[in-house]
């Protein structure tokens, strides 16, 4: 009994010392889309850096995708990843919109036929990441530019 008491305020002291901090936002590549009838799958990979000391997991990821502030779609990460330390990764990710959800971003279409150069992605939602048995959520939002080419393969 005093052993475990002693194991469990090391293990509550040492907590205090072991800090996650949130994955950073690189960009985004490899933009591909599959349309269909019913609905508009999109998958993108997204380059990130985990700064943090130790490996890490990305357990869960939940985000909704929208350009220019009209969504786009829900997206999510399939597993979990292990990160190592210090490194440059990819994610893949998933996002499906309805047909509803493209009648709505079809006026950025219209846009960009009409001479709007750019749009704004903003890809914003949370993660979960784990090390030994301690997890953080944090949430996130992303923003990055996109020109007129890369919207066009969308449309």
């Not at 609905?39 to 997204?46: K, L, P, Q, R, Y």
């Not at 597993?79 to 499906?96: E, M, W």
Request: proline residues 3%; aromatic residues 10%; contains cysteine.
């Amino acid at each position: 009994m005093k052993y475990s008491v002693i194991y469990l305020f090391l293990i509550l002291f040492l907590s205090s010392c072991f800090t996650i901090r949130p994955l950073e936002f690189k960009g985004t590549e490899n933009i591909t889309t599959n349309r269909t009838d019913t609905a508009f799958e999109m998958t993108f990979d997204v380059a990130m850096h985990n700064p943090n000391n130790v490996s890490i997991r990305l357990s869960k990821l939940e985000a909704e995708v929208t350009i220019d502030d009209l969504p786009l779609g829900k997206a999510g990460l399939s597993q979990s990843v292990r990160l190592t330390r210090n490194s440059d990764f990819t994610l893949p990710i998933g996002a499906k919109a309805s047909l509803v959800d493209l009648i709505n971003l079809s006026g950025i279409g219209l846009n960009l036929y009409l001479g709007n150069q750019s749009a704004t992605a903003t890809i914003k939602g949370n993660m979960t990441l784990k090390k030994f048995i301690f997890s953080k959520k944090i949430q996130f939002e992303y923003k990055e530019k996109i020109d007129s080419k890369t919207l066009k393969t969308l449309f």
